[in-house]
């Protein structure tokens, strides 16, 4: 008789018991600090500023409707002459960076070099890895890619197959 008391007692019914209260609010600020997790950021190396900004737009041109994915270009050195800058890499990680990892694409040489060195040195945050691509193509298809929602692996794939694309 006591519990079908309690079941029907409005006072009772009104409130949700402490415990369960207390679980609801500690999942919502696990919700609200967790910071939502985005496409994967897609970083273009090059030693020219010119040609890493152009690939750019040109990937962004081709991911069709929607919104690309974040893509920041590294290209040349600071004060625009050719070259590779690890700084300028590493404001385009941050920049490209939304929490579901960053793929790196790099034109030749010693843009291989320096994201090496800077991989080895640990970026923080998400990870970071090089594509093994061609640089317009892979950048293309990998930005197609992360902009469908496809994960770091999938974006690498992407950009790996690339390399087998024929021209004639």
Do not use: N, Q, W
């Not at 018991?17 to 897609?42: D, K, Q, W």
């Not at 004060?79 to 939304?98: I, K, M, N, P, Y």
């Not at 291989?112 to 060195?117: C, F």
């Not at 945050?125 to 929602?149: H, K, M, Q």
């Amino acid at each position: 008789m006591t519990a079908l008391y309690e079941a029907t007692d409005p006072e009772l019914c009104a409130a949700p018991p402490v415990r369960e209260a207390e679980e609801e609010t500690a999942a919502e600020a696990a919700l609200e600090e967790a910071p939502p997790v985005g496409p994967v950021g897609i970083v273009l190396v090059s030693h020219s500023r010119d040609v890493a900004a152009s690939t750019a737009e040109l990937a962004k041109a081709l991911v069709g409707t929607g919104d690309p994915a974040p893509v920041a270009p590294a290209g040349g050195l600071p004060d625009g002459s050719v070259g590779t800058s690890a700084e300028l890499v590493r404001r385009a990680v941050a920049a490209a960076d939304r929490g579901a990892g960053v793929a790196v694409f790099c034109d030749m040489g010693s843009a291989v070099l320096t994201v090496k060195a800077l991989l080895a040195e640990g970026f923080g945050g998400s990870e970071v890895r090089i594509a093994d691509a061609p640089f317009v193509e892979g950048a293309v298809t990998g930005l197609v890619t992360a902009s469908a929602g496809g994960d770091l692996a999938a974006v690498l794939a992407a950009a790996d197959d690339a390399r087998t694309y024929r021209k004639l």
